[in-house]
């Protein structure tokens, strides 16, 4: 069946890769601290090797009153207080990047509904030929044999078809000559692309900061969201938590009656 010879096409789960990350430039911090009496604040939180996007949010909370004296909260008792009191524009100063694969197209709609605090940059269906697309399964079909099998002939054709108009150059050949060969890919790749489903595999670059992160894992790491996006969310909090553990320290991982993992915390929308 040609479902099962393109079985290479179907992807069933995301890809999460964090590609930039912050570090902070510890001699500028200590120089300014220096000059005003501070520095052993500044002693005290390298010895004490904590997470660069978190370390910037405490030293961006603090200039606030310049309170950086030594006999203050602990770092983690400090951003705890940001949340619980919630001061959220102090972690907007925590910034992340990701590259996101193996996700479909109509995820990728849900995701950049996330403004505030967001940078992306995603695949071109225009400019990219999309003959090859792989296709991503809903997780409900995942375990549903005969509706996996129906989905794949159903995306195998929508496939076929957007070949099938791709490669028919009659309309773009009467085309005026001053169009570049690349004007005539993009037209042709835009008015094919429109019969591809929303289950097409995209790949798309964001960057985001500690207070929007926070936001979208709360109302997308949850039970009411989208299977794919959630499980988008509980993988891309698996790992920005190596990079902002303190920011998000409060998430708690459980369980819901239908057996998915999802983020509970105490300080929603700080
Ligand atoms: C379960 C679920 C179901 C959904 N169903 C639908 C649906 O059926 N149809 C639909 O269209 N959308 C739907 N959405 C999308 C939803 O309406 C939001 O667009 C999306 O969740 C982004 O949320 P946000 O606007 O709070 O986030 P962000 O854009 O990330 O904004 C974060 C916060 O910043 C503030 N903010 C941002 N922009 C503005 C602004 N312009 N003015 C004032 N304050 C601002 C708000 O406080 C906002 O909550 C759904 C979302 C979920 C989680």
Same mark, same amino acid.
């Given at each position: 069946m040609e479902a099962e010879a393109e079985s290479g096409k179907f992807v069933l789960e995301p890809e999460v890769y964090v590609v930039g990350s912050q570090s902070v430039a510890t001699s500028a911090v200590r120089d300014f601290l220096r000059v005003r009496g501070m520095a052993d604040w500044a002693d005290m939180?390298? *010895?004490?090797?904590?997470?660069?996007? @978190? #370390?910037?949010?405490?030293?961006?909370?603090?200039?606030?009153?310049? *309170?950086?004296?030594?006999?203050? !909260?602990?770092? %983690?008792?400090? =951003?705890?207080?940001?949340? $619980? *009191?919630?001061?959220?524009? /102090? =972690? $907007?100063?925590? /910034?992340?990047?990701?590259? &996101?694969?193996? #996700?479909? !197209?109509?995820?990728?709609?849900?995701? /950049?509904?996330? !403004?505030?605090?967001w940078s992306y940059s995603q695949l071109s269906q225009r400019f990219v030929d999309e003959s090859s697309a792989r296709f991503v399964a809903p997780p409900a079909y995942i375990d549903q044999p005969n509706l996996l099998s129906r989905w794949k002939l159903a995306v195998t054709s929508a496939l076929r078809l957007y070949r099938l108009l791709r490669d028919d150059h009659s309309s773009i050949q009467n085309e005026p000559q001053r169009v570049t060969s690349t004007s005539k890919r993009k037209i042709k790749n835009g008015a094919s692309r429109s019969v591809l489903p +929303?289950?097409?595999?995209?790949? &798309?670059?964001?960057? #985001? +900061?500690?207070?929007?992160?926070?936001?979208? =894992? $709360? !109302?997308?790491?949850?039970?009411?969201? @989208? @299977?794919?996006? %959630?499980?988008?969310?509980?993988?891309?909090?698996?790992?920005?938590? +190596? #990079?902002?553990?303190? &920011?998000?320290? @409060?998430? /708690?991982? %459980?369980t819901c009656e239908r057996g998915l993992k999802y983020l509970h915390t105490d300080h929603e929308k700080v």
């Open positions: 939180i390298w *010895s004490e090797g904590q997470a660069s996007a @978190d #370390v910037l949010c405490e030293i961006a909370g603090r200039c606030c009153y310049m *309170s950086f004296g030594r006999n203050g !909260r602990t770092h %983690r008792a400090y =951003l705890s207080h940001i949340k $619980e *009191s919630g001061h959220g524009s /102090v =972690l $907007e100063h925590a /910034v992340i990047s990701f590259i &996101i694969a193996g #996700v479909s !197209r109509s995820l990728t709609h849900e995701l /950049v509904r996330h !403004r505030a605090g +929303n289950a097409t595999e995209t790949i &798309i670059f964001c960057t #985001v +900061n500690g207070r929007a992160l926070r936001h979208f =894992l $709360e !109302r997308r790491a949850n039970p009411d969201a @989208d @299977d794919e996006i %959630r499980r988008l969310a509980m993988a891309m909090y698996y790992q920005a938590i +190596n #990079v902002m553990p303190e &920011i998000l320290g @409060d998430y /708690v991982v %459980r």
